[in-house]
């Protein structure tokens, strides 16, 4: 069994599917392995039927690309399949990343059917990181975007991420638990995530602790000796009412108080926790604890939150687990990647995929994204996916329409136009260095405050519109027409 090093960069190169493989092995067959290819990942639709999702995982798609690399092991492995030729091996065995690579920053808000990673290359390499680009922003994004709508349900209470040990898998639990604080959570619970991210571990004491000692006084009472500046008592071991939070107020009273200190918190893992804590909130005031907070866990997510908080619960900080690290309402982000365009002859050839499902035809081209902004109020109006080298100029009157329903238009003064792809790799070069993810955090909440309340619901959003320039739409018009 291979041991894994936590610390040590892994190569990821062979996580792929394996007929990216045979598809390679057939380009170079085929003398296409230098044929430019553009491919687009984008997404059809928002998870739990959102206003919008939020991009992550681009600083982790970063650290694969510029780490592509195959080892003799690899070489032999391809050889045992006797199916790929002596050529394609030597091939893999120099193998060198030469693509360009778009993405748009992590923390910003995303909707469906716009490019979100752009990859151009030589074909075989943008072929086969397919795989990996797809799973590692499918997966962030979903958790990010997640996260957010729990944290928004908050009402400005905390919220903590507290699902390692339902995440699936090592990986799952680690990223997710980045994932979650770009998209708000405070912090985790998961130790290795503040070592390797420095995102805050946080965490009380587990139902264990209490069962450990005689009582739970001499329990609440051994922590508070070792953390009277951190001391919050999980309470509902044994009854909330009649031993935890009588037994909390007088730990405080004998250990914390005369140390200096103040209580740091109560928390509630069970029951009826909006009853229960408005009875908690009464008791810790009378006790002279205004100032003591009390958190909540227990299977929440979004809407038990708000139900929480409509039913009056006196909570200041939300502990959520397995609903968050797992997106459990909806845990798949359905990104995919299609092929749009091919060089000939140093032209761009626009490639479009047509299906009788309307949803999946693509929009061809190589392309750039803006996000269009009210001048006055700073608000997203829309996005506008363009051509490349396509230009957007602000001082005139600029007409957006639906590129579905054609006749539903409108024209925009008094706007701004953000260009929101940046440039990742030049020719295999990594020129993009991800911000620390402080930074990520804090420019997602400020991207989600120019969104609209409207688009910001959670039960029927209003759609933001994504819409094509008139070029762009010309070329899909005119590829749809000529399959017809």
Not at 102 to 131: H, L, S, Y
Not at 247 to 273: C, H, M, Q, W, Y
Not at 353 to 365: A, D, Q, R
């Amino acid at each position: 069994m291979t041991n894994i090093d936590w610390k040590e960069k892994k190569n990821l190169t062979m996580l792929a599917d394996f007929y990216e493989f045979t598809m390679a092995n057939g380009y170079f067959e085929n003398g296409m392995k230098d044929r430019i290819a553009y491919f687009d990942m984008f997404f059809r639709a928002i998870p739990d039927d959102g206003g919008f999702a939020i991009m992550a995982g681009v600083e982790q798609l970063i650290e694969y690309l510029k780490n592509l690399k195959f080892s003799e092991e690899d070489i032999e492995y391809f050889r045992s399949k006797d199916m790929f030729s002596e050529e394609f091996l030597d091939y893999l065995r120099n193998f060198e990343f030469q693509c360009d690579v778009w993405a748009i920053p992590e923390g910003t808000p995303i909707f469906p059917r716009e490019p979100i990673v752009i990859v151009r290359g030589p074909i075989i390499q943008a072929q086969i990181v397919e795989t990996m680009v797809l799973l590692t922003i499918n997966h962030q994004s979903l958790i990010a975007t997640k996260a957010n709508r729990i944290v928004r349900a908050a009402d400005g209470r905390t919220v903590m991420e507290f699902g390692s040990r339902r995440a699936q898998g090592y990986e799952g639990a680690i990223l997710g638990a980045r994932a979650a604080y770009i998209g708000g959570a405070i912090g985790t619970a998961c130790t290795i995530v503040d070592r390797d991210f420095s995102i805050p571990a946080l965490g009380t004491m587990a139902h264990s602790w209490v069962q450990m000692f005689p009582t739970e006084l001499e329990a609440f009472k051994a922590y508070a000796k070792i953390y009277p500046d951190n001391c919050v008592l999980l309470v509902d071991t044994y009854n909330v009412l009649k031993s935890g939070i009588p037994n909390a107020i007088k730990t405080f009273d004998e250990e914390i108080v005369p140390r200096g200190f103040r209580p740091k918190g109560i928390r509630l893992d069970s029951g009826d926790i909006a009853y229960l804590s408005k009875e908690a909130r009464k008791m810790l005031d009378e006790a002279g604890y205004e100032d003591c907070p009390i958190v909540a866990s227990s299977s929440l997510d979004e809407y038990v939150i708000r139900d929480l908080l409509n039913q009056g619960a006196k909570i200041d900080s939300f502990g959520v687990g397995e609903r968050l690290i797992t997106a459990k309402s909806e845990p798949v982000f359905g990104g995919v990647y299609k092929l749009t365009a091919v060089e000939r002859n140093g032209e761009i050839v626009p490639k479009i995929k047509v299906s009788e499902n309307v949803g999946k035809i693509t929009t061809p081209g190589f392309k750039q994204l803006y996000r269009l902004f009210n001048k006055k109020s700073g608000k997203a109006i829309a996005d506008v996916v363009t051509l490349h080298d396509e230009k957007i100029d602000e001082t005139k009157p600029y007409e957006i329409f639906h590129p579905l329903f054609t006749w539903k238009r409108k024209t925009l003064t008094n706007f701004y136009a953000k260009k929101l792809l940046v440039q990742l790799f030049d020719k295999g070069e990594q020129i993009y260095k991800s911000p620390p993810i402080n930074e990520i955090r804090n420019y997602c909440k400020k991207q989600i405050d120019t969104l609209w309340d409207e688009v910001l619901r959670f039960e029927n959003p209003h759609e933001y519109f994504v819409d094509l320039s008139k070029p762009l739409w010309d070329i899909k018009d005119k590829l749809l027409k000529e399959y017809k």
